[in-house]
């Protein structure tokens, strides 16, 4: 280094038009003030960084930085060693447009590392030696050295200019016992930044100090957590000082999220940290997120997450544990008082919070009442019974097991919609007869069994402050005559996109770099239908063992968890009753069904289950498992359990075998070039039942029929099976269908609205699901599915398709003299009127968006147009076309597995548009129901 060069290589650049990704690892001393820098075999003379290195496809940025250091240098080290100071990034030149994205980790140690204490990489790293910060910085100093200034201006700032003083508070030094040597415990410096929002000691014309601190780097985001401790019966909010800002008052706790932490644990852990309480996670609701732009000086952005935890009365000061030389105290004020201090300053971040309080607490109780009442009425309540005399006596007793675990599947939809949805359950149900208020609420609950309307978008109609109040009385040191914590158990005001499928923090892009580093059974175990994603450092809080060592055992905090361990206690019960079904009946396609998913329930593997309800031939029809995914709206891979319980009703499945039969000839028809269809559709087995019981994934609007499985192996190899629920179509038809008719088809045309056309696209909506793409071969040559490739829209795209290509097949079956004539304009005046029932049950449910955007489609190619008195009729000329074109294009997106189109058409279409307003508008005065409410006296006899 006398004179010497200093070279910094990343390795060479492949390919155009894309990124190349590295990490840098630095090594610092911190009482010698000296970088650690290597000599490669092939650059002799030449001096390097500690270790650099790209990250290979199948591991991720800190694994690979971990097994750079271990490799070149014999260095093996803790994941909690590296500090991910910055992300440096930089366009391509002319020559070559890859771009480089390099991730900078710094590990600090406390004295240099002994020479002698490295295993150097053989012919690779010929020698290693320690060079002054300041001589390193003056050497770069001479050349282009972008990647290195932020470097060197952290450790500038954090050792010399003292500005990140918590960096040196913060880090805890530890021992690593094999190397004798010891570094500090860090955590991502790019999140070192404060968040106060302090007020005045004393509060008497208390001014408000907003300070987001010191901040690094720019066009990039800074996130956070906010937390908020609120009182209900007092309305106060707590508030604590700080011991480095003397006369100020803050927010209850705030911290930036640390590299290697979620969101909601780094809310927990920060109150547990800052005041000693030790909340579980379902105290924590996270009533918003603030996102703020940086200014023209520094485009850092910020995303803060505001949790509230609600308790029943303020917790007792003594109570708390204050973090020693960080909170000097704590405090309770009035929220009126806090809101009337932060009106004088920017209070953006908290307006929200404040509107939030006041609409939950200081809502009118009649006008609430009113409100449910209302949402109530959209249902129309009916019975739906069968006769049970085609069953034989065992069957008989079968079907009181099979109820019985068709109401444990039940419990375990409860659980997979929100953690805390059986306790909230539980509390209403408890609490409903206290006032004409609690019955409305259970009676909605019961309907959507979730705090979230399913008619409304998933719009909460009611709040944590209705949930169950729960107590701790360990959640704080013991003060003498309280009996502990008492608070509400939280939910989200806006309805989870990953329900409990995934930790409710998790978005998609941490999702998706997870699974990039997983094996390939792995990911397709983390993508598939039967299974929870969880974290192991939720695991980690809730069992208290948080501590260095556990934390080692894990490289990403996500992990999978299948459904036979996730939910084995209920499953365990619910196998141990069809197991006695089983034993009991006589017939024996229905015994081999029963015994299997009783299996399948305990082992996770579902195929030989599917395969005997495919093969089902008996008289007690059931259906029971996991099956539909409309629940995951994050990416639309997890099944939701389910369960359907009905007599055959032999004659009507008698009359449908047409349908079955001519699969492969529709197949071999679609709208859609022939390269994309199969050669091979199997006859779908229909069958029609008379329901007498549902139970799980069965909230909100009813379906009228199905189609299963969902595997797309078992798809491939035999096709599904079709099950018509007739009296739910026949109820649909009689309180719901025909008077939407009468108020929004034109009037002329009112009389092609019959059950008979009705039932019979019900029939080949669910044909036409086993028909087209599922298995594709992506462009690339990759192998694939529709659900996998379309995610979160695969589900609208794909009730869309069954609902236009299910038109296309009546119209064609008709060409074929399969069908008669007399169809041809009562199928389409049916479905129009089919459309304004669906949209009701609004664009969160992917039937109601599927037709929204078939709707809207027909609309504008003038096969529908608008009529006298805010009607709409059809143009019989255009609605072949109109019909044959939505088709081609959905068929075509989904064989090309195209995420973006299929968001193109969804975003364009699938929207309420102008005449789908004035139908709904008219529709909600003249309070025609949007569906039914059905109760089963059969289950209900046997359940009681």
């Known amino acids: 280094m006398g004179g010497g060069e200093v070279e910094v290589d990343v390795g060479s650049k492949s390919g155009n038009n894309a990124v190349d990704r590295g990490v840098h690892v630095w090594i610092f001393a911190e009482t010698t003030q000296e970088l650690l820098i290597k000599q490669s075999h092939n650059r002799p003379g030449l001096w390097d960084l500690t270790a650099s290195a790209p990250i290979p496809h199948s591991h991720s940025s800190l694994v690979t930085a971990r097994k750079e250091l271990k490799k070149q240098l014999g260095l093996t080290l803790p994941k909690d060693a590296f500090e991910l100071v910055y992300v440096f990034n930089e366009d391509g030149d002319e020559k070559n447009t890859k771009k480089e994205s390099i991730d900078v980790y710094l590990v600090t140690t406390i004295d240099p590392i002994p020479l002698e204490a490295f295993t150097l990489q053989e012919k690779q790293v010929s020698a290693v030696k320690y060079l002054s910060y300041d001589e390193y910085k003056g050497l770069l100093a001479k050349q282009d050295s972008r990647q290195h200034a932020q470097l060197f201006d952290i450790i500038e700032n954090r050792y010399v200019n003292m500005i990140y003083t918590d960096a040196k508070i913060e880090g805890v030094i530890h021992m690593i016992q094999k190397s004798k040597f010891p570094y ?55 508030i604590k000082q700080s011991h480095n800002r003397p006369g100020l008052w803050d927010l209850t706790a705030s911290a930036p999220i640390p590299h290697s932490h979620s969101s909601l644990v780094t809310a927990r852990k920060e109150l547990k940290k800052q005041l000693g309480l030790t909340l579980p996670k379902d105290a924590f609701e996270l009533v918003y997120v603030f996102n703020e732009d940086g200014d023209e000086k520094n485009t850092k952005k910020e995303s803060i997450d505001v949790y509230l935890v609600t308790t029943i009365d303020p917790i007792p000061l003594e109570a708390f544990t204050l973090q020693e030389k960080q909170v000097s105290a704590v405090k309770y004020l009035s929220y009126d008082e806090y809101k009337g201090l932060l009106a004088k300053q920017d209070s953006r971040q908290h307006a929200q919070l404040f509107d939030i309080i006041e609409n939950r607490y200081k809502e009118n109780t009649e006008a609430r009442s009113s409100t449910l009442q209302k949402q109530l009425s959209r249902y129309a309540p009916i019975s739906l019974n069968a006769e049970l005399a085609g069953l034989t006596d065992s069957d008989k007793e079968a079907l009181v097991f099979v109820v019985k675990a068709a109401a444990v599947i039940d419990e375990i939809f409860y659980l997979q919609s929100w953690y805390s949805n059986p306790s909230l359950r539980d509390w209403l149900k408890e609490h409903a007869d206290e ?34 109040i729960r107590l701790l009385s360990n959640a704080t040191k013991p003060v003498k005559g309280w009996k502990g914590l008492e608070y509400r158990a939280a939910f989200p005001l806006p309805k989870p ?48 063992t948080s501590d260095s060592n556990n934390k080692e055992s894990y490289d990403h905090d996500l992990y999978i968890v299948p459904y036979s361990a996730e939910y084995k206690s209920l499953l365990t019960k619910a196998a141990d009753l069809l197991h006695k079904a089983a034993d009991i ?32 031939n008996s008289k007690l029809e059931v259906t029971i498992g996991p099956y539909e995914t409309y629940e995951d709206k994050l990416f639309g891979y997890k099944a939701s359990f389910e369960a359907f319980v009905g007599i055959r009703d032999d004659i009507a499945t008698s009359q449908l075998k047409l349908f079955g039969d001519n699969l492969q000839l529709l197949e071999q028809n679609l709208p859609l070039d022939d390269v994309y269809k199969s050669k091979d559709v199997n006859a779908a087995p229909i069958r029609v039942i008379q329901l007498i019981y549902n139970a ?63 039932f019979t696209h019900t029939i080949c909506h669910e044909c036409v699901h086993g028909i087209g793409p599922h298995s594709i071969t ?17 589900s609208a795209m794909e009730e869309a398709k069954a609902d236009i290509v299910g038109l296309w097949a009546l119209r064609f079956l008709i060409s074929k003299g399969l069908l008669s004539e007399s169809l041809l304009k009562s199928m389409y005046v049916s479905f129009l009127a089919g459309c304004f029932r669906s949209v009701r049950f609004g664009l969160e449910e992917a039937h109601g968006k599927g037709q929204a955007l078939i709707f809207n489609w027909l609309y504008e190619k003038g096969a529908f147009f608008p009529h006298s008195q805010d009607t709409v009729s059809v143009d019989f000329s255009k609605t072949e076309s109109a019909v044959e074109s939505l088709s081609r294009e959905i068929l075509t997106t989904q064989a090309k597995g195209d995420k973006a189109a299929a968001g193109s058409l969804l975003q364009k279409y699938g929207v309420i548009s102008e005449p789908l307003k004035l139908a709904l508008q008219k529709l909600e005065n003249v309070q025609v129901p949007v569906d039914i409410a059905p109760n089963f006296p059969v289950a209900k006899k046997i359940l009681q």
Not at 193 to 214: A, I, T, W
Not at 499 to 528: R, V
Not at 593 to 615: G, I, P, R, T, V
């Open 778 to 794: 992506l462009p690339n040559g990759q192998k694939s599915t529709v659900r996998l490739e379309l995610q979160e829209y695969h």
């Open 696 to 758: 799980g994934d069965v909230k909100g609007p009813q379906i009228v029929a199905f189609n299963l499985p969902n595997d797309e192996r078992i798809v491939k190899d035999r096709g599904t099976a079709m099950v018509m629920l007739k009296n739910v179509s026949e109820a649909k038809f009689e309180r719901i269908l025909q008077p939407i008719a009468e108020h929004c088809v034109a009037k002329e045309l009112q009389e092609f609205v019959d059950f008979e056309s009705y």
């Open 497 to 544: 996109l990953g329900a409990n499928f995934y930790p409710a923090d998790m978005d998609k892009t941490e999702f998706e770099t997870w699974k990039e580093n997983l094996e390939k059974d792995q990911q397709k175990e983390a993508t598939g239908f039967f299974s929870v994603i969880k974290r192991h450092s939720e695991l980690l809080l809730a069992s208290e």
């Open 585 to 616: 009946t006589q017939t024996p396609s229905l015994k081999r069904l029963l015994h299997s998913k009783a299996d399948a329930f305990l082992s996770n593997d579902y195929y030989e289950s599917d395969m005997a309800w495919m093969d089902l």
């Open 435 to 468: 006032s004409e208020l609690n019955k409305l609420k259970w009676s909605y609950y019961l309907i959507n069994k979730s705090p979230w309307s399913s008619l409304d978008d998933g719009t909460a109609f009611l709040t944590t402050a209705d949930s169950e």
């Open 184 to 238: 500090s415990l860090c955590f991502p410096y790019y999140n070192i930044y404060h968040f106060s929002y302090q007020l005045r000691n004393g509060m008497g014309g208390g001014e408000v100090e907003v300070d987001v601190g010191s901040k690094s780097g720019n066009n990039a985001v800074d996130r956070g957590v906010h937390v908020w401790i609120f009182a209900e019966t007092t309305q106060e909010l707590l």
